[in-house]
Nanobody
Framework: EVQLQASGGGLVQPGGSLRLSCAASGFTFDDYALGWFRQVPGKEREGVLCIRMRGGITYYTDSVKGRFTVSRDNAKKTVYLQMNFLKPEDTAVYYC????????????????????WGQGTLVTVSS
């Protein structure tokens, strides 16, 4: 069974940093791209970025470029979202996800193609 569990959310002041983790199990982690998404209540889910199988990064939104980055530890089956210079508009529930058909392809899926989702973690940016 594919499982993805995001953690590390919390309250942070504007300008601060936070690192989220996504622990995976139930699939060959090394062979898949992993994506990060976020959702504000009442709004559509937004793609943030993706890390490809070989570690390359694709950004789904320009709003986080230069502030957010992503890394993966295949030995730990974990992907990390490092968020710096946080803004109040970054407040959201953050989710990690993957897409079953991407196995073995060094590409990031389109945001609508993701079909395995983990539980989210809430990030609140406020003073």
């Amino acid at each position: 069974e594919v499982q993805l569990q995001a953690s590390g959310g919390g309250l942070v002041q504007p300008g601060g940093s936070l690192r989220l983790s996504c622990a995976a199990s139930g699939f060959t982690f090394d062979d898949y791209a992993l994506g990060w998404f976020r959702q504000v209540p009442g709004k559509e889910r937004e793609g943030v970025l993706c890390i490809r199988m070989r570690g390359g990064i694709t950004y789904y939104t320009d709003s986080v470029k230069g502030r957010f980055t992503v890394s993966r530890d295949n030995a730990k089956k974990t992907v990390y979202l490092q968020m710096n210079f946080l803004k109040p508009e970054d407040t959201a529930v953050y989710y990690c996800a993957t897409e079953r058909s991407s196995r073995g392809w060094d590409v990031c899926p389109e945001t609508y193609e993701y079909d395995y989702w983990g539980q989210g973690t809430l990030v609140t940016v406020s003073s």
